[in-house]
C-alpha cells in the first residue's frame, strides 16, 4: 500500500528537543520531506533528504533516516512557541512529482 | 524570487456548480501538481502537470480535472460540487530535469491553498 505513518501528537516544553517519527512503504523513494503547516496555511517545506543519505542538519533540524526499517524521524532542538504546528512527512513517487502524505503529527509546545 | 500563488484564496459554492482554481508557480518550475486536504482523508495527491500535459493522477473522479498554460500557470476544475469536496485545495510547483531517459521530480514548494466551501 501507499501509507505513510507518523504518530499523532507531541507535546513538549519549551526549550526541550522534540522527536517526530514516521515510517514509509516505497523503498524506490528518491526524496523524502517534512513539511510543516501552521493553522490556517499552506504547507511550508522544512527540509528534505536523499534517500541515499543517512542524515541531514539544518540548523536546529535534524533528519535521520533509516533506509533498511523505512524509518524516518525529525528532530527539533531546544523547541520554542513558535514551533507548535502539525509536522507532516511525505515520500515521492512517481519519478518524484507525486508525494504521499502521512496523516500529520500535531506538536504543541509548552512554555 | 515570490512563491507559489493560488487564486482565490477562499471561495463558497452550492452543490451542483462548478468552480475554477488558479495557480501560478515558481519562476523557473515548469512542474504543478494539485492536492486536496480534508480533515477525514488527510492529504491527497489530485495530478501533476508538466509541459501542458498531465503526467500523474491520483484517485479522484473524473468531475476533478486540470491543465496547464504555456506559461506553467494551472487551473483545476471542479464540476458538480458535492457537499465531500469542501477542503484546502494546494497546489504545489517544481522544477524537473532529465537522467538518462527518466525524468526527475525536484522539491515541491507549496502555496497558501484555496479554501473551498460547498453548501
Known amino acids: 500500500g501507499e501509507d505513510v505513518e507518523q504518530s499523532l501528537f507531541l507535546s513538549v516544553r519549551e526549550g526541550d528537543s522534540s522527536v517526530i517519527n514516521c515510517t514509509y512503504t516505497?523503498?524506490?523513494?528518491?526524496?523524502l520531506y517534512w513539511y510543516k503547516q501552521e493553522p490556517g496555511a499552506g504547507l511550508q517545506l522544512l527540509t528534505y533528504i536523499f534517500s541515499n543519505m543517512d542524515m541531514k542538519q539544518d540548523q536546529r533540524l535534524t533528519v535521520l533516516l533509516n533506509k533498511k526499517d523505512k524509518h524516518l524521524s525529525l528532530r527539533i532542538a531546544d523547541t520554542q512557541t513558535g514551533d507548535s504546528a502539525i509536522y507532516f512527512c511525505?515520500?515521492?513517487?512517481?519519478?518524484?512529482?507525486?508525494?504521499?502524505f502521512g496523516a500529520g503529527t500535531i506538536l504543541r509546545v509548552k512554555s | 524570487k515570490a512563491g507559489v500563488t493560488q487564486t482565490p484564496r477562499y471561495l463558497i459554492k452550492t452543490r451542483g456548480q462548478q468552480v475554477t482554481l488558479s495557480c501560478s508557480p515558481i519562476?523557473?518550475?515548469?512542474?504543478v501538481s494539485w492536492y486536496q486536504q480534508t480533515p477525514g482523508q488527510g492529504l491527497q495527491f489530485l495530478f501533476e502537470y508538466f509541459s501542458e500535459t498531465q503526467r500523474n493522477k491520483g484517485n479522484f473522479p473524473g468531475r476533478f480535472s486540470g491543465r496547464q498554460f504555456s506559461n506553467s500557470r494551472s487551473e483545476m476544475n471542479v464540476s458538480t460540487l458535492e457537499l465531500g469536496d469542501s477542503a484546502l485545495y494546494l497546489c504545489?510547483?517544481?522544477?524537473?530535469?532529465?537522467?538518462?531517459?527518466?525524468?526527475?521530480?525536484?522539491?515541491?514548494?507549496f502555496g497558501p491553498g484555496t479554501r473551498l466551501t460547498v453548501l
Open positions: 519562476s523557473g518550475h515548469r512542474s
Open positions: 516505497d523503498s524506490s523513494s528518491t526524496y
Open positions: 511525505a515520500e515521492s513517487k512517481e519519478n518524484g512529482n507525486k508525494l504521499v
Open positions: 504545489a510547483s517544481s522544477r524537473l530535469w532529465t537522467s538518462g531517459s527518466k525524468i526527475v521530480g525536484d522539491t515541491q514548494y
